[in-house]
Structures are given as C-alpha cells and as structure tokens.
C-alpha cells in the first residue's frame, strides 16, 4: 500500500505540471494572434493566366518559391519566371485572350500583367531572356496600342493588335535554317503606304469591315479606309514616295496602289477622298506616268502632271449640293467634274470650287493650318527598304503574321513591322528588314498557340511531314 501510494502521488504530481503547461499555453494564445496579425503577409500574386498544353520539361517559378511543373490547367501569375527545356513547349492563355507558344530552350519572366475588364490601366510586360514564343495577343493590345511589350537584351517589341513569331537568335537559327533545302522568299513590304505621324484619333477599315486603331508607324493597305477625328492628323508615304496629310473629321480609301520599283511605269495609284481634307504630293507612279495616278471626290475627278494639290470636301452627307475645293501648289492639275467631259486645268497657285451646279475660281489655298507632306522628315529606307540586314545574324528576329509591331532598339532605333514582314535587331543597335524571310521562321515546327491540336503537330513535325501551319 505504501509503494501504491508513492506512484500515485508519483503521477498527480505529473498531471498538474502536464495541466500547468497547458493553461500556460491556452493563455498565450491571444497573445500570439496578436504577435501572427502583426507580421506583414504576402500579397497574393496577380492571376495572369493558365497552361494550355505543356510538352517536355518545363517550369514557373515566382521568386523565392519552388519551381513548378508546367503541365496543363496549371494558374501563372505576374512575376512568374517561364522555363523549357530542349524539345519541350508549352502554350499559355493570359487572362485577356493572348495565346503564347513558349519555344524549346526558352526562358521568360512575365514582368507586369493586370486585366480586368474596361480598366484603363491594363498592362502586359514579359521579358524574354533566351528562346521565343509564337504569339496571338488579346484585349490588351488591341483596346491600346502601347499596353503590350516585351523586352529583351537586344530590344524592345510594342505589340499593337498583333499575330507575330519572336526569337533571340545564336548559331542555333543558322543551323536550323541550314537543314531545310528550298530557297528563302523575299522579305517584301506588302503595304502600300505606312503612316509616319498621327496625332489624335485615327482609325482604318479593312475592305471586310474589320476595324482598328491606328498609330505612327501603322501600315496601310489596299482596300483601307482611314478615318480621323476632329482631332487627327496623320501623314502618309506611300512606296512610291507618293505623300499625304489629312487632316480632321476626314474619309480617305486607298482603292487601289501597284508599285514596282523596277517598273514604276507599270503602277497604279487610285485614291478617294470621300469627305474632309487632303494635301498630297504625288511620286514615283506619277513621274512614270500621269495617266496612272487619279483622285477621285464626290464633286470631281483629279488627274495630274507630277503635282502638289490640296482638296477639301466638308461633310455635306445631309446637303443636296457637295461643295469640294481644289488648289494646285505644285505642278499641274486637272479637275473633270463629275458627270462632264471638260476639265479645268489649274497652274501653281491657282484653285477651283466645284459643286453639282456651279464652279468658282479660288484665288487662296484652303488648308494652310495643315502641313504640307513634302515639310515632313521622312527616312523611306527605314519604311520600306529590306536587305540591311543578313537572315544569318545573330540577335532579334521578329515576323509578323498580322498587325503591327514596333521594334525599338537599344540605341532607339525604331522599325515599324506589317504583314508579312520580317525585321531583325543586333546586339549593336542596328535594325532593319534582312532581303528573304528566314527559313527557321518560314519552317518552323513549333505549333502556332491556337494549334487545334498541338501534340500530333509536333510528333508530324518531327518525322517531317509537311504542314499547314508552316509560314507562307
């Protein structure tokens, strides 16, 4: 009985120090909520987007976080650092639409991101450190035209609305060209005019009705309409070196441009101005000849003599009696009003206004607060010249599927990109457009982001089956 009594004395003494650690403990506990609610925590990163197909091995990592495996359905966030290995590729979603094809051997940091919907300060950032992507990009590029980069060690690409390959190129690029055995196609400029200043509102409209913003260096096709507001203003050269400034609240169409260096004589240049205000400085076409070169109005059809002209036809859509003013400040032009066969031949410094029941003379040009195109620098080589550059070289490759990329590099030089066009920027600073688009962009075997089918693309591409998604 004594030694049953030393044991349980043994254990009571233990259950009450067991009992005081524990009232210890639950008395602590406010304490500690406070001490946890004091510490700063983390702030949750912003969602960018989602992995749509991933192939090989890839990572995301935020920093100082442990690296994870890009697989599909897999959340990326602003900060994350984007990695493939060789033979891998993935394709993400961002949160506004863009779709990237993240190349093998490519590194990327998604630097900035923010969408939500209709908020002014929408932005994209990604750098690229190693490798390339193959993109189509979304809202935010396409609502404003300098939301969207990326940066790289070479240079700077704006994206404007845009369906575009870029790649930092090493003797990988060579090599990869090296294996296919067909000739390169001329990296031609395919746009008839590029707009060298835009100052306020300015937009086009393709010949299907398809809309969009245009900014300085945009390009302008056949078929376009260009629109301005009160408040635009935008220059335009054309291949031919032909120019034009319009000003506000004006309707212009390109109705039809062919221009051949080789054979300028052969070219056609046809222009309308629908409402608003125009002064133009013919080219090359022009001095080939005359004949090839018309403007038309709602008033009157302008034909010319190597000639500087301003037309001006206000909005009169509600008005029975369309009045169009016209006035020559270099050359010769020859205004047939509509319905006539009798033309009125204006010298320097002479005008005309005519509407559906009368003609006047015009002894004073209109449109003096717009600058004359021919005032404006403008460096044609950098708007239209290929060949400065080599598809060998090492550095920046940029092709351009659709749209309008602007190409900064890191001595500001700038090359403004359109459809169909190949540009490049170098380690030096350099820019410019090489002579044949190269055929590691002509062939690629990456699958383009919206592949219906990105994984039999891929094993297709590797046993070297052609395929529709080769670069025409």
């Known amino acids: 009985m004594h030694a049953l009594t030393k044991l349980e004395s043994k254990w009571d003494s233990r259950l009450r120090s067991t009992l005081r650690g524990l009232a210890g403990c639950i008395a602590a506990l406010p304490m500690l909520a406070i001490a946890a609610t004091a510490v700063p925590q983390a702030a949750p990163a912003t969602p960018a987007g989602v992995v749509e197909f991933a192939r090989g091995v890839g990572f995301a990592q935020t920093k100082e976080q442990t690296p994870r495996t890009l697989g599909k359905g897999m959340a990326l966030s602003e900060g994350d650092r984007l990695t493939t290995s060789d033979g891998a590729a993935a394709i993400i979603r961002m949160e506004d639409g863009t779709r990237m094809t993240l190349r093998p051997n490519t590194e990327m940091v998604v630097q900035k991101y923010q969408y939500r919907e209709g908020n002014a300060e929408n932005g994209m950032v990604m750098q690229l450190l190693r490798g390339g992507f193959r993109a189509i990009t979304g809202l935010i590029s396409k609502n404003a035209p300098n939301a969207a980069r990326v940066r790289t060690a070479t240079a700077t690409v704006g994206i404007r609305g845009t369906d575009f390959d870029a790649r930092l190129c090493g003797a990988e690029c060579r090599e990869e060209s090296a294996q296919v055995k067909v000739s390169a196609r001329p990296n031609h400029v395919h ?32 078929g376009d309409t260009l629109v301005t507001g009160a408040d635009g203003r935008a220059v335009l050269v054309f291949r031919d070196d032909s120019r034009m400034t319009l000003g506000g609240n004006t309707r212009f169409r390109v109705e039809s441009f062919v221009y051949d260096e080789k054979n300028p004589q052969e070219g056609n240049f046809l222009v309308s101005l629908v409402r608003g205000s125009l002064r133009a400085l013919t080219g090359l076409i022009g001095k080939a000849n005359q004949k090839s070169v018309q403007f038309k109005t709602p008033t009157a059809t302008i034909g010319i003599r190597g000639t500087g002209l301003d037309l001006e036809c206000p909005d009169t859509a509600q008005s029975k009696d369309p009045l169009c003013n016209f006035y020559a400040w270099q050359g010769t032009v020859e205004v047939r009003p509509v319905g006539m066969d009798a033309a009125h031949v204006l010298q320097v410094g002479q005008g005309v206004q005519i509407g559906r029941d009368h003609h006047k003379p015009l002894t004073a040009p209109t449109l003096e607060s717009i600058p004359r195109p021919d005032k404006v620098p403008v460096d044609l080589k950098q708007l239209f010249t290929s060949g400065d550059v080599k598809a060998e070289d090492e550095g920046l490759f940029v092709y351009v599927r659709d749209g309008h990329i602007e190409v900064i590099s890191k001595t500001e030089q700038k090359l403004h990109l359109g459809r169909g066009e190949t540009g490049f920027a170098g380690a030096s600073g350099n820019t410019g457009r090489p002579a044949v688009t190269p055929l590691f962009i002509q062939f690629d075997k990456v699958p383009m982001p919206n592949q219906a089918n990105p994984m039999l693309y891929t094993v297709l591409s590797e046993v070297n089956k052609p395929s529709s998604n080769q670069c025409r």
Do not use: I
């Open 191 to 222: 746009a008839s005019a590029k707009v060298v200043t835009a100052t306020g509102t300015l937009h086009a409209v393709d010949a299907s009705g398809k809309q969009r913003v245009v900014v300085e260096g945009a390009s302008v096709y056949a």
